[in-house]
Every structure is written in C-alpha cells, then in structure tokens.
C-alpha cells in the first residue's frame, strides 16, 4: 500500500500563491507517476497536472498552464505543486494520487491507484 499525506492548502486572495506538497509513504514502485486532480463543489473531478517518477515527463490541464507548477524531491518522495496567480475558479480540494507501473504521464483519473485525503484551497475574489 502506497499512503499520501497532502498539506499546504488554504485561504488566499485572487492574484496570490500557494504550494501543496504530498508525501508518500510505504510502497515503492519502479515505475510510476504522481499527479494533482481538483474537485469543486458540484463539479467532477478534474485533472491539474502530473509527473512521472522515473522520466520527470510533466503534465498540465490547459487551465492551469504557466500559473501551476509541479516539482519533485526524490529523496524525500514528496511531490508539490506551486500555484501562482490564483482565480476563484482555482477553489476546490486538491488531491494526490499514485498511478502505479506506468510508463507514461497518465491524465485520467481512472488510471490512479492511490489517493490523498485532499487539501482545501480557496481563492477569495
């Protein structure tokens, strides 16, 4: 079992920055990728971005391009997405997930095996 612990969510003005980070824990694979999916209230959840593990091959929603960036620490297999130039429609609970044996950058939820609790980011306007 992989456990994802995500952190760094929170109230921010439109216009402002935040940083999610997501620890994993247990498990380890050879292969696999890590991403960040956001659901708001009312809405299904979405793909943000991803990276795969071994490649560093990034991914991003077309929303989120060149505001949101994600980076990795390898030694401490924590994930983080840095949020810059936030929007109101940037509030949702932001998740971690764990796409195990994978070679590529996958951008379905579907294809994730392992998820965080979710963090709560909300942009005030």
């Known amino acids: 079992q992989v456990q994802l612990a995500e952190s760094g969510g929170g109230l921010v003005q439109a216009g402002g920055s935040l940083r999610l980070s997501c620890a994993a824990s247990?498990?380890?694979?050879?292969?696999?990728?890590m991403g960040w999916f956001r659901q708001a209230p009312g809405k299904e959840r979405e793909f943000v971005a991803a990276?795969?593990?071994?490649?560093?091959?990034?991914m991003y929603a077309d929303s989120v391009k060149g505001r949101f960036t994600i980076t990795t620490d390898k030694a401490k297999r924590t994930m983080y997405l840095q949020m810059n130039s936030l929007k109101s429609e940037d509030t949702a609970v932001y998740y971690c997930a764990v796409a195990a044996w994978v070679r590529n950058t996958p951008t379905r939820d579907g294809l994730y095996d392992y998820w965080g609790q979710g963090t709560q980011v909300t942009v005030s306007s």
């Open positions: 990276v795969n593990w071994s490649s560093s091959n990034t």
């Open positions: 247990g498990r380890t694979f050879s292969n696999y990728a």
